[in-house]
């Protein structure tokens, strides 16, 4: 009777205890211990106008070495500014006063940590002090708007003027195409409609209100990028000493080419009028 | 505590009537845990049977799982290039859901028809009510020793779970298919946390599930008519009431808990 019950309390115990070091290669090997492990630390604020999608317990690094965790993201109530408390090791604490705090991501899809890049001020942070000098996260957007020249200037509504332009033919311009001036953008379509009277199509381009010194005389073309891309308008600066104003009309246009009427010129037989009559009769 | 289920005619009626009589019975067995601490050594007995007895299915059941999680990880990432971050999602995902839902799942079917299989028998051949007759409280002596012993054994069986998968999972994934040894377990550590994954994931749910899938196998056990087909269709009752509460309940707790 004892044999078989000591050996199922063996059996019983070397289970627990099996067990138990399971839970401690699971929480020691598998999990970053240095996550949880709060040692002596110390707490500075710092406040950026845009801390994207940083979150709570989020790395601070300082060089790339992760010496902290974010501890508290808040909103100032009275100004839109977010408040963020970083809780950083007590043996880091000789951070000049004039360090730049930075919200940083890591990787192109990465989570977003904290990068202190320190100053060259004499006098260090102490716990509960502020780091002045922030630098927010820069959201997608806006870097690819700097990449491509667009961002925030065609939707600037206010902040715009707008110029009629009369083409015989826009190709597949529609609302919404950018205005480009040097290839850059500076405004979009606002509309695209046929004129009743004139038998023409009337577009009305929003300019952004930053390029207010074009001349009157200026030639508004529409253009494709690319072989297949989409259509824009394309405005070519004249030399007149009169500047568009809002409402005026370009008077120099040049319409789409179309590939009919390439292919026309090329061909002995082509018929530039037929196209002209179809174009006329559809509007 | 002996009392057999009244007959009702209506299916609602009588799974409201189950779950009524089990809630009951839970508190019946929680007001035994201080007379149970009597049988202390039955209650090892119990943890040896369906904890150390259930290691080996538990174990070769995880280390497969983690494996197949593996391989399928690997050949979805590598579209995109991530498989560096395979180790991490086989970890994440064993840990908050796979571990504790399979072990609770393999518990059910390895120790609580067992439980139920046996107490119902001793009902079935009268030995609960022997007991009472020498003022044994079957309660104290049968059903909570059982109970503590699935609760006990459930993190433990699934912490060993959790570590057979990760095992399997390096196995498959950078001994054969070659994903970097070093972006394994650093990707992992970097995003398992310990309070969310571990405490939260592991040891929270397969304790909840523990509780759930040993209530039921003890509720099912002494509530079967005393007949070899009473105990046959209490067994695969225990089977289908846990997988059904173990899914539901881990619903609610991610939703809770996450």
């Given at each position: 009777?004892?044999?078989?019950?000591?050996?199922?309390?063996?059996?019983?115990?070397?289970?627990?205890?099996?067990?138990?070091?399971?839970?401690?290669?699971?929480?020691?090997?598998?999990?970053?211990?240095?996550?949880?492990?709060?040692?002596?630390?110390?707490?500075?604020?710092?406040?950026?106008?845009?801390?994207?999608?940083?979150?709570?317990?989020?790395?601070?690094?300082?060089?790339?070495?992760?010496?902290?965790?974010?501890?508290?993201?808040?909103?100032?109530?009275?100004?839109?500014?977010?408040?963020?408390?970083?809780?950083?090791?007590?043996?880091?604490?000789?951070?000049?006063?004039?360090?730049?705090?930075?919200?940083?991501?890591?990787?192109?899809?990465?989570?977003?940590?904290?990068?202190?890049?320190?100053?060259?001020?004499?006098?260090?942070?102490?716990?509960?002090?502020?780091?002045?000098?922030?630098?927010?996260?820069?959201?997608?957007?806006?870097?690819?708007?700097?990449?491509?020249?667009?961002?925030?200037?065609?939707?600037?509504?206010?902040?715009?003027?707008?110029?009629?332009?009369?083409?015989?033919?826009?190709?597949?311009?529609?609302?919404?195409?950018?205005?480009?001036?040097?290839?850059?953008?500076?405004?979009?379509?606002?509309?695209?409609?046929?004129?009743?009277?004139?038998?023409?199509?009337?577009?009305?381009?929003?300019?952004?209100?930053?390029?207010?010194?074009?001349?009157?005389?200026?030639?508004?073309?529409?253009?494709?990028?690319?072989?297949?891309?989409?259509?824009?308008?394309?405005?070519?600066?004249?030399?007149?000493?009169?500047?568009?104003?809002?409402?005026?009309?370009?008077?120099?246009?040049?319409?789409?080419?179309?590939?009919?009427?390439?292919?026309g010129k090329f061909l002995v037989n082509g018929s530039p009028s037929d196209k002209k009559d179809a174009g006329n009769g559809g509007k | 505590m002996n009392a057999r289920a009244p007959q009702h005619d209506n299916v609602v009626t009588q799974s409201l009537a189950q779950i009524g009589q089990c809630g009951l019975f839970l508190l019946t067995l929680l007001a035994a845990i201080p007379r149970s601490f009597r049988y202390l050594r039955e209650t090892v007995r119990q943890l040896w049977f369906v904890g150390a007895m259930s290691l080996t299915i538990i174990m070769v059941c995880g280390l497969f799982v983690g494996m197949v999680l593996m391989l399928q990880l690997y050949h979805v990432l590598s579209i995109f290039g991530g498989t560096s971050a395979s180790g991490m999602v086989v970890a994440l995902s064993v840990y908050r859901e796979l571990g504790p839902v399979v072990t609770a799942l393999l518990f059910a079917g390895r120790a609580g028809t067992a439980v139920t299989a046996e107490i119902g028998l001793m009902r079935a051949t009268d030995q609960i009510d022997a007991m009472e007759m020498m003022a044994v409280d079957p309660i104290a002596y049968v059903a909570t020793p059982r109970f503590l012993a699935g609760l006990i054994a459930m993190p433990l069986l699934c912490c060993v779970f959790c570590a057979m998968a990760i095992f399997g999972g390096h196995l498959v994934g950078v001994t054969w298919l070659g994903v970097d040894n070093g972006t394994f377990w650093s990707n992992?550590?970097?995003?398992?946390?310990?309070?969310?994954?571990?405490?939260?994931?592991?040891?929270?749910?397969?304790?909840?599930?523990?509780?759930?899938?040993?209530?039921?196998?003890?509720?099912?056990?002494?509530?079967?008519?005393?007949?070899?087909?009473?105990?046959?269709?209490?067994?695969?009752?225990t089977v289908v009431a846990s997988s059904i509460a173990i899914l539901a309940l881990d619903f609610v707790l991610t939703a809770f808990l996450m």
């Open positions: 009777m004892s044999q078989p019950r000591s050996s199922y309390a063996v059996g019983t115990g070397l289970f627990i205890v099996l067990g138990f070091a399971a839970l401690a290669y699971l929480a020691t090997q598998t999990s970053s211990v240095a996550n949880v492990h709060q040692g002596d630390s110390y707490v500075v604020d710092a406040q950026f106008t845009n801390i994207g999608q940083l979150k709570e317990r989020a790395p601070v690094k300082i060089a790339g070495v992760r010496v902290g965790q974010v501890q508290s993201i808040t909103l100032t109530p009275d100004r839109d500014v977010a408040e963020v408390k970083l809780s950083i090791d007590k043996s880091y604490n000789h951070i000049p006063l004039d360090s730049v705090a930075t919200i940083f991501t890591s990787g192109l899809l990465g989570d977003q940590y904290v990068g202190i890049d320190y100053g060259s001020s004499k006098q260090t942070v102490a716990a509960g002090g502020t780091l002045a000098r922030t630098k927010s996260t820069q959201p997608l957007e806006e870097m690819l708007g700097k990449f491509f020249g667009a961002g925030g200037v065609v939707d600037n509504v206010g902040g715009s003027y707008a110029v009629k332009a009369g083409f015989s033919n826009v190709g597949t311009l529609s609302a919404g195409a950018p205005v480009k001036m040097a290839g850059v953008v500076i405004g979009s379509v606002q509309s695209v409609h046929a004129d009743p009277v004139k038998l023409n199509a009337q577009v009305v381009l929003s300019i952004d209100k930053r390029y207010n010194a074009i001349p009157d005389d200026s030639s508004a073309a529409v253009f494709t990028s690319g072989l297949i891309g989409s259509q824009y308008v394309a405005i070519q600066p004249g030399g007149s000493p009169e500047m568009l104003k809002d409402g005026d009309e370009m008077i120099l246009t040049q319409s789409a080419m179309q590939l009919e009427d390439l292919i | 992992m550590t970097a995003q398992v946390d310990v309070h969310t994954d571990i405490v939260n994931g592991v040891l929270l749910k397969s304790l909840a599930f523990g509780a759930v899938v040993s209530l039921i196998a003890v509720f099912q056990g002494f509530t079967t008519p005393p007949t070899s087909e009473g105990v046959a269709y209490a067994t695969t009752r």
